[in-house]
């Protein structure tokens, strides 16, 4: 009898182990590329960051802005859709290393001259997505908006990848302009 017993309850464990092991799941490693799932605007407060840097393949890296702005329109309000603009020109700016664009852009030239590590003939741009766009701030009427891509190190011969984060608001004047890259 006590056998008896003791042989169900070790059946009923094993039983009961085998049910729980069915929900356990493979451990993955954290995906730090630039494919990264697009996260809910307001759930998003990291700041911009670079990974570690990669050996490039120099003949299949591609220059370009290949994200469709257009599409995040309806994740801001008619009166925010600026900022979308002058996002994408300062994007188009570092892809096609147009200078007088990218510091077009800011809100003064003090801030604009502050900016010029991003702006290097050395680096060439491949920006492909748009990790979070916040615009329900409490203090201020901005747009952050974070931009996921590569940056191509020329005279390094690195590819990394790269999370920047756009804060674009009204100046005085009314006109969208960039207060910070970070």
Not at 112 to 121: G, I, R, V
Not at 156 to 177: C, S
Request: glycine share 2%; hydrophobic share 35%.
């Amino acid at each position: 009898m006590l056998k008896t017993i003791a042989r169900m309850l070790m059946l009923m464990s094993l039983i009961f182990l085998a049910a729980c092991a069915g929900d356990v799941k493979p451990i993955e490693e954290p995906n730090t590329g630039a494919n990264t799932p697009t996260q809910s605007p307001a759930m998003n407060t990291q700041k911009p960051q670079n990974t570690e840097p990669k050996q490039p393949n120099e003949t299949s890296f591609k220059a370009e802005l290949s994200i469709n702005l257009k599409s995040y329109s309806d994740q801001l309000t008619e009166y925010d859709l600026p900022a979308l603009e002058v996002l994408e020109k300062n994007l188009t700016a570092l892809v096609e290393h147009d200078h007088t664009l990218f510091q077009s852009g800011f809100v003064n030239k003090k801030l604009a001259d502050a900016m010029e590590p991003y702006y290097d003939e050395q680096y060439q741009y491949k920006f492909t997505d748009i990790e979070s766009i916040d615009s329900m701030l409490p203090n201020e009427h901005q747009v952050n908006i974070t931009v996921t891509g590569q940056r191509l190190d020329m005279a390094a011969k690195t590819v990394e990848n790269v999370k920047m984060l756009y804060a674009i608001r009204p100046n005085d004047q009314g006109e969208w302009v960039i207060y910070i890259i970070d």
